[in-house]
Every structure is written in C-alpha cells, then in structure tokens.
C-alpha cells in the first residue's frame, strides 16, 4: 500500500525555525538551517557572508536581494556526459574549485534563496554544500524572495561584480551519498528508511512519465513522501513537530538511517534537509530512480 503524506494548510512559521549562529560558531559537518527574513537581515552586513539567488536568469534580473548573485544547480553539478546519469556531484576536487570560484571560503556564511517557488533546486544546492562539509555554514531563508518582500524589505536589479575567488579547504562527506548498493541492501530493512520522493502517479507507475522511465513503480521496499508535502502553499517548510510527525508517518524512529531518491536526485534533496536539519542520518541516493530503472536486477514493485 502506498504510504503518501498528506499536504497541510496550517499556518505557522516561527515554530520550526531556529536561531542561526554566527560564521564564527558554525561547525564543519554541521546540519544547514532555516532563518526567517529577521534573523537574515544583520547577516548581510557580514562582509563573511556570500548570498546566492536560486531560480530563473530573468526573475533574478528584475529584484533580487542586495549583493545575491544569481546560481543555477548546474554550476555546482558534474558536467554530463553521454549515456551518464542526468544530474551527479562532482568529484571532489573540481567541486571545491567551482565553490572558490563562486567565493566561498573557509569561513564564509552562506546564504541561499529561492526566488519564486523553486524548493527543490534550491535544496539540490543545500545538499551539494552539505556534502561538502559546509552545511553548518549555509542557512536557507525559509519562504525565500517572496517572504523577504512580503515583510516589505528592498530588493535590487544592480548586479555585483565578479567576486575574488575564495580559499576553501573541502571536507566532503561521503556518508551524506548512497549508491545504488546500499539502497538494495537497506530498502525495507529494519532500521532504515528509503523514501520516494517523487509525486504519487510515479511512485505506484500508474505514470512511465511518458516513457522516459523504463520499468514504471518503485524501488522495493521504499515509501511514498512526496517533497511538496514537505512545504505549504507560501514555499515556507512545515513546523518542526508537523515535519517530524511527517517522518515518523513514513517509518522513521531514532536511529533510523534514511535514503531519499526521486527521479533524477533533486526533488529528494526537499526531505533530505528536513531530516538533516532533524538530526537524521540521512543520505541521497544520487542516482536515483534514473539509475535504478535502468539496472535490469534492481527489484521494482508497483502497489
């Protein structure tokens, strides 16, 4: 039976969002954050701190906040290749030199944003920073542009000049990844948790996605969470207790391990944070489905 989570409308926004802690106190493999428009606004003054517009080329040009630039998930992706997986972490090495160039340093704050309704690429570029050990560093204002102009703050159209390239000292964190075979041994095993994160019709393979997917369902043993149940209709996260009931609905328990997958590994960065920022041992398979419906062993099972 599939195990969907059911969309909220309550509203409420300060119970789940927690004080963010300076770039001075932050800690290397730390869990990122939510901040509202009120706790971002003195971060800005920090000449350490480094804010990152996350959606659409135009819609950054006409107002983004003051000092953001504009970043796509692809510039901090492994380039693709024919016949490779859509969308990968690159090796270590090339990923510290795209953050460099970005300006990110050792002791920068990084701040990231949606502009409009773009949650899952933006959690794409959370969990690329959280594997690199900067996710005690990197804070995501919860509801994005559209929550920084509803509280009446200022946005720009004036670009920033290109910034001079940081000096970071990379710590990835290999266990933020699953592969394919962890995801086989640990699916429907005791003590761990896989989730699918895509939309309902894709996880029962009622929908093949008009035939981009080869053998339609989902990975054996994985439950149905799908990531826009994780936000409310404002693009703000759900509260802390409604998303840790949210998890506990879908199996998890203190000391569960969990692996998110969607299709093509982004839409699954959505509860990856929210179980990271939890305290879950959390992992992506960055795979994802992608990969697994084109590996012929690989057990799919329809509801």
């Not at 909220?8 to 119970?15: D, E, G, N, P």
């Not at 901090?76 to 795209?98: K, N, S, V």
């Not at 393979?205 to 053998?215: K, L, Q």
């Amino acid at each position: 039976m599939t195990r969907s989570l059911i969309p909220s409308l309550v509203v409420s926004l300060v119970a789940f969002v927690g004080a963010a802690a300076s770039p001075a106190s932050a800690q290397p493999g730390g869990a990122p954050s939510l901040v509202t428009v009120a706790q971002l606004e003195p971060m800005l003054a920090d000449p350490a701190t480094v804010v990152f517009h996350i959606g659409e080329k135009a819609e950054y040009d006409a107002g983004h906040l003051q000092g953001a630039r504009h970043l796509e998930t692809r510039a901090i992706a492994a380039a693709p290749r024919e016949g490779g997986l859509t969308l990968q972490l690159p090796e270590p090495a090339d990923l510290e030199a795209r953050l460099e160039a970005l300006g990110i340093s050792d002791g920068s704050r990084i701040v990231l944003y949606m502009g409009k309704d773009w949650v899952s690429p933006l959690t794409r570029v959370v969990f690329t920073l959280d594997y690199a050990g900067l996710g005690g560093r990197t804070v995501v204002l919860d509801g994005g542009l559209p929550a920084w102009k509803a509280a009446g703050k200022p946005v720009t159209t004036d670009v920033p000049a290109a910034p001079a390239p940081g000096t970071l000292t990379l710590r990835p964190r290999p266990e933020a990844v699953a592969d394919l075979a962890w995801v086989r041994s640990h699916a429907g095993a005791s003590g761990s948790l896989v989730i699918d994160a895509r939309l309902p019709q894709f996880y029962t393979g009622e929908s093949d996605n008009n035939g981009r997917i080869p053998r339609p369902g989902h990975v054996t043993g994985a439950v149905s969470a799908p990531f826009s149940t994780f936000v409310r209709e404002d693009g703000t996260f759900k509260p802390r207790a409604e998303l840790e009931a949210m998890l506990k609905a879908a199996g998890a328990a203190p000391g569960t391990s969990i692996a998110t997958y969607c299709h093509i590994g982004q839409q699954a960065t959505v509860p990856y944070f929210v179980a990271r920022m939890l305290g879950y041992d959390v992992k992506l398979f960055d795979g994802s489905y992608e990969e697994w419906a084109r590996t012929p062993d690989a057990p799919v099972s329809k509801p």
